[in-house]
């Protein structure tokens, strides 16, 4: 009984990651529409991560440009 509930979380935790790189992957195909600066910046794939980090185009939006950095530093503490 705990094998199989390991196992299923494990194959939720499985799942959970291939919608996040779906979606990132999503997102990463429309970031010359939707935040065209940005991505002339740091490229689709860091503007798609970065908007998916910070919680949406309207939150990037919000942060000032001096705390881009530490959003970065934040989801790479976390990642570990």
Same mark, same amino acid.
């Given at each position: 009984a705990e094998w199989e509930d390991i196992r299923a979380a494990c194959d939720?935790?499985?799942?959970?990651?291939?919608? &996040?790189?779906? /979606? *990132?992957t999503f997102i990463e195909s429309r970031m010359s529409a939707l935040a065209p600066n940005v991505s002339a *910046?740091?490229? /689709?794939?860091?503007?798609?991560?970065?908007?998916? /980090?910070? #919680?949406?185009?309207?939150a990037l939006v919000r942060i000032p440009a001096c705390n881009i950095?530490?959003?970065?530093?934040? &989801? &790479?503490?976390?990642? #570990?």
């Open positions: 939720a935790a499985l799942a959970l990651h291939a919608a &996040k790189i779906r /979606t *990132l *910046l740091v490229g /689709t794939r860091v503007a798609a991560i970065l908007v998916g /980090t910070v #919680g949406g185009l309207a950095a530490v959003v970065g530093q934040q &989801k &790479k503490a976390l990642n #570990g």
